[in-house]
């Protein structure tokens, strides 16, 4: 009975080892979609937001990531128009594992 215990308790420690070197494997990256306005009548103040908020980004990444986890961005321009805003949201929403955080400025 004791040996039949401790080859359970070896098959689980086992199986959850594999299930956690798994998730090692994973990418450690975070997706933020950026939905910009470079253009548009709003273009003065979308240009110097999404320049800061790129620049932001890669700072964090040239720092290590947040806990060791890398940021990702891609940006999609709205032009200030929510009929564009819904598109990139769409476009954008499931890539790369999908979004983190969303930032509709339109």
Same mark, same amino acid.
């Given at each position: 009975?004791? *040996?039949?215990?401790? &080859? *359970? $308790?070896?098959?689980?420690? %086992? ?6 070197? $798994?998730?090692? %494997? ?16 709003? $273009?003065?103040? =979308?240009?110097?937001? $999404?320049?800061?908020?790129? /620049? ?7 720092? @290590?990531?947040?806990? =060791? ?8 321009? &709205? @032009?200030?128009?929510? /009929? ?12 790369? =594992? @999908? ?8």
């Amino acid at each position: 009975m004791k *040996m039949k215990s401790l &080859t *359970m $308790a070896t098959a689980i420690v %086992a199986v959850g080892l594999a299930a956690s070197s $798994a998730a090692w %494997a994973q990418a450690k990256e975070q997706f933020f979609p950026s939905l910009v306005y470079r253009t548009g009548a709003y $273009a003065p103040n =979308g240009v110097p937001f $999404a320049n800061g908020f790129a /620049d932001y980004l890669k700072l964090v990444n040239a720092k @290590g990531g947040i806990n =060791g986890v890398k940021t990702l961005i891609e940006e999609c321009e &709205t @032009g200030y128009a929510t /009929d564009r805003g819904i598109e990139c949201y769409e476009r954008l929403k499931g890539k790369h =594992g @999908g979004a983190t955080v969303f930032q509709p400025l339109s």
